[in-house]
């Protein structure tokens, strides 16, 4: 078994255990959850570009920075200038949780999105429930039919979806979803081998209503300039920030220079 089967295997018991203590209608009488949401799309679009996240861990680089309180991380990469916050909730692989979720909501005012493995509307509805503007939804562990009925619930909720591919075959059975942006993800999420090519491979066959994001291993500038001639707006960053011992003043240094050279 891989090491995504083993995360959404988990990830099934997870959602069944957390049915039972928390019921939908506790999710619904949230006080965010009547909350407007934020456009990530429309902030892509008009402002830099970067989507800065806060991860602990990951299955491919294990410890990546535990030290540092999610408020902070997040207050600073909105300082920053980032155009969007994405924060992993997943606890097991990637140190994350609901909890940082809502701690990041209460610290900034910039969209922020739902990282996680989503395969039932339950977490859809947490997602809401918690301050999310956007859900991420990765073809390579879902259904067309799961990713339409997944991405209709989310819209339904007043949120945008951010669908991510790997290859041409997710992407060719992600066309008829009903989401604001495709997400490219450089890392193979199997393999962990990450290349930035696959961006530019995929690019032309993103139809071009839909907002581009780039997704992993982005770490320098000249990267982001190569790929807007590819046509991408939304530029997803974690390690690189989350690396350092202050990640919004990396973020400050990366935006300010990618200004430079814009
Ligand atoms: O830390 P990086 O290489 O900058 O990558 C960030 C982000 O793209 C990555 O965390 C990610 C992209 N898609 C995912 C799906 C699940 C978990 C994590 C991810």
Redesign the pocket.
């Known amino acids: 078994m891989n090491i995504l089967d083993k995360i959404i295997a988990d990830k099934a018991k997870e959602i069944e255990l957390k049915k039972s203590l928390i019921p939908v209608s506790q999710l619904e009488s949230s006080v965010l959850f009547e909350r407007k949401c934020l456009s990530l799309a429309e902030s892509l679009k008009n402002g830099s570009g970067i989507i800065a ?1 806060h ?1 602990r861990r ?1 299955p491919s680089k294990s410890v990546i920075n535990q030290d540092l309180n999610v408020q902070d991380v997040v207050y600073g990469y909105e300082k920053a200038g980032a155009s969007g916050i994405s924060v ?1 909730t997943d606890g097991k692989y ?1 140190g994350g949780s609901l909890e940082d979720l809502l701690y990041a909501r209460a610290s900034v005012n910039i969209p922020i999105l739902r ?1 996680e ?1 989503m395969i039932d509307e339950y977490q859809v509805l947490e997602a809401k429930a918690y301050g999310a503007d956007a859900i ?1 939804l ?1 073809a390579a562990v879902l259904t067309e039919q799961q990713m339409t009925y997944l991405a209709n619930s989310a819209k339904s909720l007043g949120m945008e979806v951010l669908l ?1 591919v790997h290859n041409e075959e997710e992407l060719k059975k992600s066309l008829e979803v009903n989401t604001d942006m495709i997400g490219v ?1 450089n ?1 193979n ?1 199997k393999s962990f081998e990450v290349s930035i090519e696959n961006s530019k491979k995929l690019s032309s066959l993103i139809p071009d209503q839909l907002v581009k994001v780039s ?4 770490s320098n500038t000249n990267t982001i300039a190569e790929l807007k001639i590819f046509g991408y707006q939304g530029f ?5 920030f989350m690396k350092t011992s202050n990640p919004g003043q990396a973020a400050e240094k990366f935006i300010t220079e990618l200004k430079s050279i814009a």
């Open positions: 996240e991860k990951s992993l990637f990282k493995f991420l990765i991510e993800n890392r999420l997704e992993s291993g982005i997803l960053i974690g390690e690189n």
